[in-house]
């Protein structure tokens, strides 16, 4: 009878430490990637006719940031690419910077897979806050990042 609950300790026990232990990269990615699809089905069924934000997108070498509206069934930016001193703003296509197409660009990251990676989703609407990889490849300086700021939305 004691080696029984000895062993249910020892198992519990075990279970407890694996809850302790810090995820692998590969488990990590797929833990982010079930938040990921909720945080898409939380942005479908949100149903939004439009909305705004700024977005951080870049790397090592710096980042550009642009201000992105959708609604009305189209899409309009603008950018200027920050390292030491911020440029001028600019007019930019939308191409990659519709949450949708963001949602994306993080899902095709996390299935690829990472070294080290961060993602942060609004649960209300479901937008990304901020998502950072170090790519798991043989390349050095691929990692890259994106941050939502002063997202405002609108309903129907």
């Known amino acids: 009878m004691k080696s029984r609950a000895m062993k249910l300790q020892l ?44 977005l951080i997108k870049g790397g090592v070498f710096g980042h550009s940031e642009c201000e992105v509206r959708v609604g009305k069934g189209r899409c309009t930016a603008r950018s200027r690419f920050t390292f030491q001193q911020p440029e001028l703003w600019q007019r930019a296509k939308c191409d990659g910077l519709t949450m949708p197409e ?23 609407v479901g937008y990304i806050v901020e998502f950072s990889a170090e790519p798991d490849t043989e390349l050095p300086d691929q990692d890259w990042y994106v941050q939502i700021k002063q997202f405002r939305s609108w309903s129907w």
Do not use: N
């Not at 994306?104 to 989703?121: A, F, N």
């Open 11 to 54: 198992a519990a026990g075990l279970l407890l430490m694996s809850f302790c232990l810090p995820l692998t990269a590969s488990e990590q990615d797929r833990d982010y990637l079930a938040q990921l699809e909720q945080a898409e089905r939380t942005w479908h069924a949100a149903g939004l006719a439009g909305y705004r934000y700024t």
């Open 102 to 124: 963001l949602i994306s660009q993080v899902r095709e990251q996390l299935v690829k897979g990472t070294r080290h990676v961060e993602l942060k989703l609004d649960a209300a």
